[in-house]
């Protein structure tokens, strides 16, 4: 949702390259041929225009403490996300995405413990059928990192959450096999629940037994984009239809 990076990937590029063990040469040979370097432009050529989440792509995990003792993981399966990317102007880019409460899952259930977190103490979903964010404000912390400031609306509550965003890459299409823009991003950030109103199983105040206030979450993200221009030269190269 920012600006591409192109020379801190040739920079990490040429390091790999630098610490990678030199192939086994025998002697009196030549190696015929240079170390292969990927194309900055094929991972950092992010276009402009509305993006889709590659749900295929993509998930939201997010943990709570535990009596003190671990953190208890959780993951929702169904969520969307609309991005609208200008890596020209990435303070212009915006964000909005909903996730379906009801496809919790979590590691190894007590039996009938998943229902009530989707009951009325926790989750509530039958009231609450729907979370959703939306973005208000992107600001660039790095060529390759931003702050997304943003509305969080959860058990009809609505109130400010930030995202760290990391770009991972992007290509502007890659036909015949993918011909859309695809580019990819690492989010996290984390929220209080308590200020959502979702107060039950608190521990009591100077004390860790309970489920802890505080929510920490990880988005992982592919997105699909506009598709490549076919130029009039390539059209006029491409073989006729018979």
Not at 11 to 34: M, Q
Not at 94 to 109: F, G, H, K, M, W
Not at 155 to 181: I, K, M, Q
């Amino acid at each position: 949702m920012f600006a591409p990076a192109r020379p801190l990937f040739l920079a990490a590029a040429a390091l790999l390259a630098a610490c990678s063990p030199a192939p086994e040469v025998p002697a009196g040979e030549i190696a015929a041929s240079a170390p292969v370097i990927p194309d900055p432009a094929l991972a950092n050529g992010a276009r402009a225009g509305t993006y889709m989440l590659d749900k295929y792509h993509a998930s939201l995990v997010f943990a709570a403490d535990h009596l003190g003792f671990s953190n208890y993981v959780g993951q929702f399966t169904r969520f969307d996300v609309t991005l609208h990317l200008d890596p020209d102007a990435p303070q212009d880019s915006r964000v909005t995405a909903t996730i379906d409460p009801t496809s919790l899952i979590i590691p190894t259930p007590p039996e009938g413990f998943l229902e009530e977190l989707l009951g009325p103490q926790w989750l509530n979903t039958e009231t609450f059928p729907e979370m959703r964010y939306e973005s208000t404000t992107v600001t660039l912390t790095s060529p390759k990192t931003a702050k997304v400031d943003g509305t969080f609306t959860f058990l009809g509550a609505s109130h400010p959450v930030s995202l760290d965003v990391t770009f991972n890459g992007a290509y502007e299409g890659f036909p015949p096999y993918d011909p859309n823009a695809r580019a990819g991003f690492h989010a996290e950030g984390r929220l209080s629940r308590s200020a959502f109103g979702l107060t039950y199983g608190l521990p009591p105040e100077g004390s860790t037994m309970g489920v802890g206030d505080e929510v920490k979450f990880w988005i992982d993200a592919e997105f699909t984009g506009p598709p490549v221009e076919v130029t009039e030269t390539e059209t006029s190269d491409s073989p006729e239809t018979p």
